[in-house]
């Protein structure tokens, strides 16, 4: 349940590729540490670019917050993506309410985020696929700081795996 289905250094690893062949349609895509630093205002360019070109390519795309709904709604807004605030990941509710207004069943949604605890349970109990990126950045408030020690030792093992999977890829 808490193993992710990828593990990415940074959202621009994530290929449309790969989504495709894995019959993702849609992305709900968490906001602080996932596409932008904690704190930061705005998305940055490269990944506003990654953006444009996934919902080019049909992939819809929502942002998915614990985060006030005013804040979250800003940067949607100027995204030109839906959005749920105030998500209560890893509680599945919120998501899977978005899932029925988009006519998408779970296995063609993935959840993107860059904790363990929050973004990667609620895509495994929404039944989604799961995608968990490196944070953005090691500025975070405290209740994150607070469940990263939980995330170390899977992350030691997603890790371990990854380099055992690009050792034998290079044999």
Not at 109 to 119: E, L, P, T, W
Not at 124 to 138: G, N, Q, V
Not at 145 to 168: G, N, T, V
Request: charged residues 30%; positive net charge; aromatic residues 8%.
């Amino acid at each position: 349940m808490i193993f992710p289905h990828l593990y990415l250094e940074s959202i621009l690893e994530l290929e449309l590729e790969y989504l495709k062949r894995q019959g993702i349609r849609g992305l709900f895509l968490d906001v602080d540490g996932t596409l932008k630093d904690h704190g930061a205002l705005e998305v940055c360019g490269e990944v506003m670019d990654w953006m444009r070109l996934t919902r080019e390519s049909g992939i819809s795309l929502w942002l998915c917050s614990n985060g006030r709904s005013a804040r979250i709604e800003k940067l949607a807004e100027s995204l030109g993506v839906p959005f749920i605030a105030e998500a209560f990941k890893p509680f599945p509710f919120r998501c899977r309410r978005a899932l029925k207004e988009q006519g998408l069943l779970p296995h063609e949604m993935a959840m993107v985020g860059d904790q363990i605890y929050a973004d990667v349970l609620v895509g495994r109990l929404s039944r989604m696929h799961t995608i968990l990126i490196k944070p953005t950045s090691r500025v975070e408030p405290w209740f994150t700081r607070l469940k990263r020690p939980f995330e170390a030792p899977i992350l030691w093992q997603l890790r371990r795996a990854k380099r055992r999977l690009e050792r034998s890829l290079e044999n």
